[in-house]
């Protein structure tokens, strides 16, 4: 089941993008939600498109029956993919790896502008494969992956004020 979720940056897309597009961007958001040892893997902006890969370290604290098929602190490898429409927007996927977990989540961005605003729009499936829990454990992450969502908002509007 796709979620979505949307968010209205206080900047014009040009400024968006080149957040975006900023791999320092990416670090200080996921410094400011708390995940450590950030490592950049791989940063590719040619013409136009930009790929990021990055890890990180990602504590959440598990609801009681989900500690026995999952662990509290994980690595996180995530990889975006964007590419520029040339209509004044930018689309893209990702997919977050979470390194011995037997979960999958990714999805999709947008990138529009709205006069000196820009629309950010992002879905994402998320998918736990493990037997009889699964689907409770998939419940609770997606609330969960919510919350990281809005506090990626909130680490982008941080930036941009700051930038």
């Not at 790929?51 to 500690?67: C, D, M, S």
């Not at 689309?91 to 820009?118: C, F, K, M, N």
């Amino acid at each position: 089941m796709d979620h979505q979720a949307t968010h209205t940056f206080d900047a014009p897309i040009a400024e968006v993008w080149a957040m975006f597009t900023d791999p320092e961007a990416h670090i200080a958001k996921f410094d400011r939600m708390g995940h450590r040892d950030i490592e950049l893997l791989e940063t590719v902006h040619e013409g136009d498109t930009f790929t990021i890969k990055l890890q990180r370290v990602v504590e959440v604290e598990l609801p009681g029956f989900a500690k026995k098929v999952l662990s509290p602190t994980n690595t996180v490898i995530s990889t975006d993919w964007w590419v520029d429409n040339g209509d004044g927007t930018y689309a893209g996927s990702w997919v977050l790896e979470t390194i011995g977990a037997p979960v999958d989540i990714r999805g999709t961005t947008l990138l529009e502008p709205d006069g000196d605003q820009t629309n950010y729009t992002l879905t994402f499936d998320l998918k736990v494969n493990v037997p009889l829990i699964g689907g409770k454990i998939a419940n609770w992450a997606r609330g969960d992956a919510e919350k990281q969502v809005q506090a990626e908002f909130a680490a982008g509007d941080a930036w941009l004020a700051s930038h």
